[in-house]
């Protein structure tokens, strides 16, 4: 499985490989200071193990704003001298997996997990080898350390709200009323 994209807004690239995510700056001149963060098993399988497609996967990276000198540079995220969390999001199961900071040094532990649950329901689960999610996007939340919100939309046109912190995700079923 290989699958990558793009991150304007930090100029950071990432690519999927096997069960590994890499995260570099597409500005530099040599790909150098490469992260890779290994992705659970959780989430690279279904439920027979059985590895899953690239295309189901998206990505998003938020800069956490510090109160020191501009961090903008996606060359100063590399050389670590800025906060960036990374959701990660298997579009077919739903799984979420969320990186409070990737360069936290400090921090061996892997991310926090959101799993699809059986008591979870979802209108687009009927439809048989379609992507439950169409979409993923996030920010973070003002004030608050290394949160954030993403909303997710499935095909039927039902939204998720995802609710990230360092110690977990909550997720619902946005309704319309």
């Known amino acids: ?10 100029s950071l690239a990432w690519m999927i490989c096997g069960n ?3 995260i570099w700056s597409y500005l530099a001149a040599v790909a150098k200071d490469c992260l890779a963060l290994e992705i659970p098993s959780s989430l690279v399988g279904d ?14 990276i938020m800069r956490w704003h510090s109160s020191g000198p501009s961090t903008r540079n996606s060359g100063d ?33 892997g991310p ?5 649950g059986h008591s979870d329901t979802s ?3 009927a439809i048989s080898g379609c992507y439950r999610f169409n979409s993923l996007i996030a920010a973070s939340v003002p004030g608050a350390a290394h949160e954030c919100i ?4 499935e095909p039927t046109g039902a939204l998720w709200l995802f609710q990230c912190s360092p110690i977990r995700i909550q997720r619902r079923e946005v309704h319309r009323d």
């Not at 993403?150 to 939309?153: F, G, K, L, P, R």
């Open 1 to 10: 499985m290989l699958v990558g994209g793009i991150d304007k807004e930090t």
């Open 20 to 22: 590994e995510l890499f």
């Open 47 to 60: 439920k027979d193990g059985k590895p899953l497609s690239g295309n189901q996967w998206t990505v998003c």
């Open 77 to 109: 995220m590399l050389h670590r001298r800025s906060s960036t969390g990374v959701i990660l999001c298997n579009r077919r199961t739903q799984a979420i997996a969320y990186w409070p900071d990737i360069y936290d040094e400090s921090s061996s532990k």
């Open 112 to 116: 926090v997990i959101s799993l699809f």
């Open 123 to 125: 209108a687009s689960d």
């Open 150 to 153: 993403a909303i997710a939309s």
